[in-house]
């Protein structure tokens, strides 16, 4: 019995796969696993990655996903419709065809019209963050980049106050942590430990590749597998995973 969290796969399907081998991930509902989001661009398995933990979740109870920005910004693109005349020229204008969704949407525009809109409601479904999580007594606030408050003063001054109050929500997905050692402390969530991806930790190992990176109330799991389709160039990046129960850590290199 055991909980893992994992976040930002961006297409890296094969090794997301690879991963659920090294932790023996068990499908009889006495483990649970938690993927934070941005499952989605960058990666050569962007779209198949996506669709691959949809059904994981669709056929499993213990599996649960995410928004991460990645998601977010898809939805927008495909709701919106902003390629719908002009997807030869998004390379040039368009910012989330420039932030690995080129290959995304090209695949998405493949499928058929039902599939389509079968994946824009679920996009649509996906939760933003989870802080109901216990694990061994430990309260944990899961989300793809940051723990949201009510409160403004709990807001950390590197955000923008007024996105904020439009769009609150916005902060759990976008949200970057400006110092490495930056707490999330808030008086509601005492005690809790944020679990969160979106910024790769940018803290390396002994063998000079990133590894998780935890402060006293909050633990960055993406270790960059964004970079991973390019290894040759940019070895120090893989994708890793945690386990809450005894917060072990597991790598795919
Ligand atoms: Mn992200």
Same mark, same amino acid.
């Given at each position: 019995m055991a909980t893992y969290v994992i976040s930002d796969i961006h297409g890296q399907l094969n090794k997301f796969k690879e991963m659920l081998a090294l932790i023996n991930?068990?499908?009889?509902?006495s483990d649970e696993l938690h993927i934070l989001g #941005?499952? *989605? #661009?960058? $990666?050569?398995?962007s779209l198949e990655a996506l669709l691959y933990c949809k059904e994981l979740e669709e056929k499993y109870s213990f599996v649960h996903l995410y928004r991460g920005n990645h998601e977010h910004m898809m939805l927008k693109n495909l709701i919106n419709r #902003?390629?719908? #005349?002009n997807f030869e020229n998004i390379k040039n204008g368009n910012w989330y065809a420039n932030n690995g969704g080129y290959e995304t949407y090209g695949a998405f525009q493949k499928l058929n019209k039902s599939k389509q809109e079968e994946i824009i409601q679920f996009l649509e479904q996906l939760p933003y963050f989870n802080d109901k999580e216990e694990v061994n007594g430990q309260k944990f606030y899961l989300a793809h980049a940051a723990a949201y408050t009510?409160?403004?003063?709990? *807001?950390?001054?590197?955000?923008?106050r007024k996105q904020i109050h439009e769009d609150g929500f916005h902060f759990v997905i976008w949200?970057?942590? $400006?110092? +490495?050692?930056e707490t999330f402390a808030d008086e509601k969530y005492k005690g809790y430990i944020l679990i969160h991806g979106h910024? +790769?930790?940018k803290v390396t190992g002994k063998d000079g590749r990133y590894v998780i990176h935890r402060t006293n109330d909050r633990i960055c799991i993406d270790c960059g597998a964004k970079m991973m389709f390019k290894p040759e160039e940019y070895p120090e990046y893989r994708l890793g995973c945690l386990r809450l129960d005894d917060m072990t850590e597991f790598y795919i290199n």
């Open positions: 991930f068990k499908y009889d509902a #941005d499952m *989605v #661009d960058w $990666g050569k398995q #902003d390629y719908e #005349d009510d409160s403004p003063n709990d *807001v950390p001054q590197t955000y923008k949200h970057r942590y $400006g110092e +490495i050692d910024t +790769i930790t």
